[in-house]
């Protein structure tokens, strides 16, 4: 009998598992845009913001969309199909392959792990995601540190550079000093800092962080 109530919620969980309506509602007044890179397979996603015209004792002065950070993945996106049982897709992939640093797993490799995965009881919280685990290659280094270090401009770098500009290139000089020129600029106290951030300097940024805080045998232990 037992084994009958958990074979028929195992099947209702996995049936009737979706994302909840209001967490990929449209949010008001924006939508969610990409910013692709030198490949494809690199879509920033940014979230454009409309902005309302600016009062004046004239004719009112129409204001550029404003363009922040969208950190809420693919739920926002409302072309994307988002299934509980499939995962969320593997957007890296591409780029982990490329590097052949890496090579798969049997499976979970600590023992709390392979408890969990061999608990019949779980069984109604499993869907149909089966990834496989990777690990680096022996004598490989799959870290972006270590890639600034060879001088590798990675993918994951790029994306970030991209993330951190927030579209300028595209706005061009003109209008990023008409959007931008009012405002204080800052001190900068003597750093020379760029007005465009690149993937080579987001490398130098990696290499910069492993000279002040130097990986050693003690904070590799804290780390996993």
Known sequence: MTKSV???TSHFLAETAQVDAAAI????????????GSRPDIRVPFREISLSPTKT????E???PLLVYDTSGPYTD????????KGL?????AWIEERDDTEFLTGPTSEYGNRRAND???AQLRFDLTRTPRRAKPGKNVTQLYYARQGIITPEMEFIAIRENQRRQALGTAEVERILGHQHKGQSFGASLPEEIT?????MKWLVAGRLFPITSTTRKASR
Not at 78 to 85: G, M, T, V
Not at 199 to 203: N, R
């Open 78 to 85: 409302p072309e994307a199909i988002n299934d509980l049982r």
């Open 62 to 64: 129409e204001n550029p």
């Open 199 to 203: 993937p080579s300097l987001y490398a």
């Open 120 to 122: 019949p009881t779980l």
């Open 89 to 93: 897709p593997a957007l890296r992939r």
């Open 6 to 8: 958990n074979n028929r």
């Open 25 to 36: 509602a449209p949010l008001p007044g924006s939508r969610k845009v990409y910013v692709e």
């Open 57 to 60: 004792t004239g004719i009112d």
